[in-house]
């Protein structure tokens, strides 16, 4: 079955960096585009970042632009979020997805905090 798995989240100081990672199985992982979100509670979930099937067309919440890149490796069915200069305002549960056939998948979340 489809399934997504999220990691390398956790405690970091403002300014710092983070990079997550999304192992994806149980489809045909390089035919579709992939997403990271975000959510924080109380609020609705928010599109971070966005990756074509190849990697070849990227795009960013303005809130993250320049200080969030998403990449993937197709061979190894993962999608990565580098996060750099980390704002306090970053704080929230991190979410991979994709889309197929009018259905979201979503992975169980990475926590990340950041905080002095």
């Known amino acids: 079955q489809v399934q997504l798995v999220e990691s390398g989240g956790g405690l970091v100081q403002p300014g710092g960096s983070l990079r997550l990672s999304c192992l994806a199985s149980g489809f045909a992982f390089d035919h579709y585009a992939m997403r990271w979100y975000r959510q924080t509670p109380g609020k609705e979930r928010e599109r971070v970042a966005y990756i074509t099937t190849g990697g070849e067309v990227t795009a960013y919440a303005d809130s993250v632009k320049g200080r969030f890149s998403i990449s993937r490796d197709n061979a190894k069915n993962m999608t990565y979020l580098q996060m750099s200069n980390l704002k306090p305002e970053d704080t929230a549960v991190y979410y991979c997805?994709?889309?197929?056939?009018?259905?979201?998948?979503w992975g169980q979340g990475t926590q990340v905090t950041v905080s002095s």
């Open positions: 997805n994709f889309w197929k056939l009018g259905t979201d998948y």
